[in-house]
Every structure is written in C-alpha cells, then in structure tokens.
C-alpha cells in the first residue's frame, strides 16, 4: 500500500515560515490534500488539490507538490497555527485515502 | 449551517458489535459522498471506508474489510459503520466526514478529499 511520510515534528518562532513536508513515491502524480487538527479537535481543510485553500482559510497557508514531495508551507507563522498536520491523497492503485503520520508544529 | 453529528460510540467487549451513525445538515446529503475516518488516542488519521452519493460505490480500509459495513440513508441524511467482530486496536475516535468534490458542467465527482468533518463518536473495545 503507499506509504506517506511526514516529519513528526517542526519548530518555528512566529512571524517565520514553517515548511511542512510529505513524501511519497512518485507523488507529484497525485492530489495532495492538508488538515490541520488542534488539540481535542476535529480536523479541518487547509489546503487541497496540492495547492487550492477553501474558503476561510488564510492565503498564509499553501501548498506545492512535485517529484517525490509535496510540501505545506505556512508564511508569516501565529501562536494559533499550532497544531497537527496531516498530508492525503487517493491511491488509486489500492482505491484508498491514505493519511501520512502526521507532523506537530510547535510555535517557539 | 453546514454539520455532522456522530453518535452510537461506547465501550464493548472484544469480538462485539456496534453501529455508529452520522446526522447531516446544511448541505445536500444525497448529492454527497462520506467516509468515516478514525484516531486512536495519542496517534494519527486512519481511514476506514467511503460511500458514494447512492451507495453504488463503497470502499474500505484493509484493516476493516470484512468487518465493517457502511452505508447511508439519504431519506433521513444519515451515514452508518456497522462495526462487527471488533478488537483492541479498533478503540478510537470515529470521524465522520463530508466528500469534497469536483464539478464542472454540472457534473461532479469525489475530489478524494473530505471538506466537513464532525466532531466524533469514541469507539472503546475493552474486556
């Protein structure tokens, strides 16, 4: 089955840019989607179709995706974005969604 | 308002059986696929199965296959797992969440991600 892997952790001082990474073989070929999960919450869409925000998410908030990486990139970073975050995408190969292991971005 | 209420989570028994359930509002239930995701305590997202907007298309995590059934009644906008011979490692915190989807030309289909999440149903398997 396809396997995502993330960092477990990332640390950045607000006002900075936190970067986020997902790795997959060949990933760049799929749609990569982004939750952000606070603690004791449900999750929430931040970023989908590699690099598309819904609607009330910050342009803070962005995405890439290429080669064997897709990447979240959170610009100008607040005591607020901290959280979990987990990369997605369809595998189509198993007809699943896989989620990656997740990565906590701590906020110095 | 958009939202998801899921209910029917508890404490069983190994090798029990449950049925969560998920009430949906605000949106148009029958036009949406939904899937059911879990998170065992302390640890990350695990999907467990899909259903498109009829039913016609139901998927289903390895880890679940065989024991779990999903399905939905569009009458009354709600989306089911039925939970059959259930282990330790099932015990979590079952999601529910909304298909996002794709559309052009009036034509839509699953955009592979999940854009409405509820808040969750915990799912405890303990002798």
């Known amino acids: 089955s396809y396997v995502l892997t993330q960092p477990p952790s990332v640390s950045v001082a607000p006002g900075q840019t936190a970067r986020i990474t997902c790795g997959g073989n060949n990933i760049g070929s799929k749609g990569v989607h982004w939750y952000q999960q606070k603690p004791g919450q449900a999750p929430v869409l931040v970023v989908y179709?590699?690099?598309d925000r819904p609607s009330g998410i910050p342009e803070r908030f962005s995405g890439s995706n290429s080669g064997n990486t897709a990447t979240l990139t959170i610009s100008r970073v607040e005591a607020g974005d901290e959280a979990d975050y987990y990369c997605?995408?369809?595998?189509?190969?198993?007809?699943?969604?896989?989620f990656g292991g997740g990565t906590k971005l701590t906020v110095l | 308002e958009v939202q998801l209420v899921e209910s029917g989570g508890g404490v069983v028994r190994p090798g029990g059986s449950l049925r969560l359930s998920c009430a949906a509002s605000g949106f148009n239930f029958d036009d949406s696929g939904m899937n059911w995701v879990r998170q065992p305590p302390g640890k990350g997202l695990e999907w467990v199965s899909d259903?498109?907007?009829?039913?016609?298309?139901?998927g289903y995590a390895e880890s679940v296959k065989g024991r779990f059934t999903i399905s939905r009644d569009n009458a009354k906008n709600s989306l089911y797992l039925q939970m059959n011979s259930l282990r330790a490692e099932d015990t979590a915190l079952y999601y529910c969440?909304?298909?996002?989807?794709?559309?052009?030309?009036?034509?839509?289909?699953?955009?592979?991600?999940?854009?409405?999440w509820g808040k969750g149903t915990t799912v405890t398997v303990s002798s």
């Open positions: 259903i498109n907007w009829n039913g016609g298309r139901i």
């Open positions: 969440a909304r298909d996002g989807r794709h559309c052009s030309d009036g034509v839509c289909y699953s955009g592979g991600y999940m854009d409405v």
């Open positions: 179709d590699d690099s």
């Open positions: 997605q995408v369809w595998d189509s190969s198993s007809d699943s969604r896989v």
